[in-house]
């Protein structure tokens, strides 16, 4: 029986993610929706997302996604990422599909995708993650 699980709280009590307006859509064993609102204090100087607020809604979606296995969590962390800026994000929707790749025993390698309401794809991302 596949782990479901609300994420909600998690994000919200989180800190940095929960702070930035990331939100759920889905999150089931190795794979993960979420969706953020690019707001004004997203923007860098030329009206854009600045890329720290894609990456890191990717990095949060590839690390839900990994995270989340059949008996339960095994919560991990990031140890690299790879960015590929597609094209610039404006203000409105973004969401992310995370979903792992390779699931090994101390390491994962996930990857997510970034699109926006217009069903453009702005981003993708690979990680390496690390099991805690």
Not at 35 to 53: F, Q, Y
Not at 60 to 81: C, F, M, P, Y
Request: charge should be negative; proline fraction near 2%; glycine fraction near 12%.
């Amino acid at each position: 029986m596949a782990v479901q699980l609300d994420y909600s709280k998690f994000l919200t009590d989180s800190g940095f993610a929960g702070s930035l307006g990331i939100t759920v859509e889905c999150a089931e064993c190795g794979h993960c929706i979420l969706s953020m609102k690019i707001k004004e204090e997203h923007l860098n100087p030329l009206g854009k997302a600045h890329g720290g607020v894609t990456f890191s809604l990717l990095d949060t979606a590839a690390g839900i996604a990994s995270e989340i296995k059949e008996d339960g969590i095994q919560r991990l962390v990031s140890i690299n990422g790879n960015i590929h800026y597609l094209h610039p994000v404006s203000v409105g929707t973004l969401k992310a599909e995370g979903r792992i790749i390779k699931d090994g025993t101390k390491t994962a390698v996930a990857e997510a995708r970034a699109f926006g309401e217009d069903g453009i794809e702005y981003a993708l991302a690979t990680f390496d993650l690390f099991y805690i």
